[in-house]
C-alpha cells in the first residue's frame, strides 16, 4: 500500500472521530442525549475506526497515531472537563473507561499492524467492545431487572453482550477465516467476552476485554492445543453465568470456580469434569431445600478453593504423567468432596439425634464431627455416584478402580468427622451458650475451646480429601 494511503486514512481517521465526539457532544448539549447515551454512543462509533485503519493503513506507527491522541485527549477530558456529558464530574462515578478503550486501541495498532494477517483478531475484539459493550450497557440500563450482585451488571445486559460477540464472532471468522469450527469459535469467543465483561472491575473492561479477545482469538485459530482450554471455559462459563444469576456465588468464587473447571477440563478430561460436575450441581440442589438465609446459601472464595483444590493438583499430575493413580486419585478428591457435602446436605433432613463419631454422645445438630444414619448413607451414595461415574473414563483395572473411589470417597467423610472433633477450630459464645465453627468478627465475649486456628471446617474438608487421595496413591502402588 502507497504511503498516500496511510496520510489519507490518518485524515479520514481524525475527521470520523471529531464527527463522532462532536455529534455525541451536540445532542447531549441539546438535551437529546442523557450522559450515558452520550458516552454509549462514542462507545459504539468510536469502533468503526478499526475499519477505516483496516482499509488505509499498512504501517503500525501511522495506525497507533491516532489511539495515541484519543489516550491524551481522554486524560486532559477527564481532568479538565474538555467537553460535557462524556465524563461526569462526581468523582464517585467516574472511572477511566476511556483512557483504558484508548489503550486498547493504541496496544492492538502497535501489535496487530506489523502483521495484517491477524488483523481480523483486532477486529472481532474491537467491534465486541464497541457493539457488544455498548449495546449491553444500554439494554442493562434501561431493561437490567435481574442483577449479578457484581456492579451494577444485569442478565439482560450480559446476554446481550453475548449475543452481539457470537454474531460479530461468526460474520467475521466466516469472512476472514472461514471453516466448520466458526459457529464453535464464535462460541467460544462470546462467552469469554462476556466473562470478561462480567469480572472486570471500574471500566478496566475496555482495556481487558478487546486485548484478552484478541488473543483468545488469535490462540483459537492458531493452535489445536488451545480448544480444549476453550471448550472448557465455555461450559465453565455459562454454567457460571446461570448459577451468579441465582446469587449463590460470591464473585470470587465465581472466578475461582471458572479457573478450576477450565484447569479440570483440560488437564484431566471430561470424565472427571463431568465428575466434578455432578458434585457441584447435587450440592447446589441438596442445599435448596435447606431453611437458611440466601446469605448462608451462598459460596464464597475460600469454600470453592478448599473444595477444588486437590482436584486441580491431581489432575495436574494426571496431565504431565499420564497414570492412571493420578486419575483415580482425581476421581477420589472428587468422591471425597461428594461424600462430605452429601453427608451434611442429607443430614440435615434426618430426624433422629446427632451423635458425636467418637464418643456416641448427642451433640447439636450441624456441629462438625457429629454424625446420622441418613448423613452416612449419604456419604456413601455421594461416594458411590462418583464412583459409577469414574467407569466412563478410559482404562484399566476398573473394578479395582471402582472400589479404590468408592472405598476411598466414603472414608474421607469419616476421617473428616474424625478431625471435626478433635482438630477443627470451634469458639463458644457465651451470651447465647452456642458452639460456633467460624470465627465471628467481633470476639467480645468469644473464645476459642478447641482445635487449631487455621484448620477451619473448610480447611479440614481438604486436607482430609488430600489424606485419602494420598492413601489411595499408595495403595494403588502396592497393587498395580
Not at 472481532?124 to 431487572?145: E, H, V
Not at 461468526?170 to 469469554?192: C, E, G, K, N, R
Amino acid at each position: 500500500m502507497k504511503m498516500s494511503n496511510n496520510w489519507l486514512g490518518l485524515v479520514l481517521s481524525i475527521i470520523y472521530i471529531v464527527a463522532i465526539v462532536g455529534l455525541s457532544s451536540f445532542c447531549y448539549k441539546r438535551k437529546k442525549f442523557t450522559m450515558d447515551e452520550t458516552r454509549i454512543f462514542i462507545h459504539i462509533g468510536l469502533c468503526n475506526w478499526w475499519l477505516i485503519a483496516w482499509v488505509y493503513f499498512d504501517n503500525y506507527i501511522f495506525a497507533s497515531i491516532v489511539p495515541a491522541l484519543l489516550i491524551i485527549f481522554n486524560i486532559l477530558n477527564y481532568r479538565y472537563h474538555l467537553l460535557p456529558g462524556i465524563e461526569t464530574k462526581d468523582k464517585k462515578k467516574r472511572h477511566l473507561g476511556s483512557v483504558w478503550y484508548a489503550l486498547a486501541l493504541f496496544i492492538l495498532s502497535l501489535v496487530l499492524f506489523r502483521n495484517t494477517f491477524y488483523m481480523y483478531t483486532g477486529a472481532i475484539a474491537i467491534l465486541i467492545l464497541g457493539y457488544g459493550d455498548g449495546l449491553a450497557t444500554l439494554i442493562g440500563s434501561y431493561f437490567g431487572k435481574h442483577k449479578f450482585g457484581v456492579k451494577e451488571k444485569s442478565v439482560e445486559g450480559s446476554f446481550t453482550l453475548l449475543l452481539m460477540a457470537f454474531l460479530i464472532g461468526t460474520i467475521l471468522l466466516q469472512s476472514m477465516y472461514p471453516t466448520s469450527m466458526v459457529a464453535a469459535y464464535a462460541l467460544y469467543i462470546s462467552v469469554f467476552a462476556t466473562m470478561v465483561e462480567l469480572f472486570a472491575p471500574g471500566g478496566t473492561d475496555n482495556l481487558f476485554l478487546p486485548l484478552g479477545v484478541a488473543l483468545y482469538t488469535y490462540l483459537l485459530t492458531k493452535f489445536t492445543w488451545f480448544e480444549p482450554i476453550a471448550i472448557g471455559f465455555t461450559i465453565t462459563g455459562v454454567i457460571i453465568f446461570i448459577i451468579m444469576a441465582t446469587k449463590t456465588l460470591t464473585p470470587g468464587a465465581s472466578i475461582c470456580s471458572l479457573i478450576f473447571g477450565t484447569a479440570i477440563f483440560a488437564l484431566a478430561g471430561p470424565v472427571v469434569y463431568g465428575a466434578v460436575l455432578i458434585f457441584y450441581l447435587t450440592s447446589i440442589l441438596l442445599e435448596h431445600g435447606h431453611k437458611k438465609s440466601l446469605k448462608q446459601k451462598l459460596r464464597n472464595l475460600n469454600q470453592v478453593e478448599e473444595d477444588g483444590l486437590a482436584i486441580v493438583l491431581f489432575a495436574i499430575m494426571y496431565y504431565f504423567t499420564g497414570s492412571e493413580i493420578a486419575l483415580v486419585a482425581s476421581f477420589v478428591a472428587v468422591a471425597g468432596a461428594t461424600a462430605d457435602t452429601w453427608s451434611s446436605g442429607l443430614g440435615y433432613y434426618s430426624k433422629e439425634r446427632v451423635r458425636s463419631i467418637i464418643t456416641g454422645k448427642v451433640i447439636p445438630k450441624g456441629e462438625s464431627g457429629g454424625i446420622t444414619q441418613l448423613g452416612t448413607t449419604g456419604a456413601f451414595l455421594g461416594s458411590l455416584l462418583i464412583a459409577l461415574f469414574s467407569l466412563l473414563a478410559p482404562g484399566e483395572n476398573l473394578i479395582a478402580r471402582f472400589l479404590l473411589i468408592l472405598g476411598f470417597g466414603f472414608f474421607t467423610s469419616i476421617i473428616d468427622s474424625i478431625f471435626g472433633v478433635f482438630l477443627q477450630v470451634k469458639y463458644y459464645d457465651e451470651a447465647k451458650g452456642l458452639i460456633l465453627e467460624e470465627r465471628p468478627k467481633n470476639m467480645k465475649g468469644i473464645k476459642k475451646v478447641s482445635g487449631y486456628r487455621f484448620l477451619t471446617n473448610g480447611m479440614v474438608n481438604f486436607v482430609t480429601v488430600m489424606i485419602s487421595c494420598v492413601l489411595c496413591c499408595s495403595v494403588m502402588l502396592l497393587i498395580f
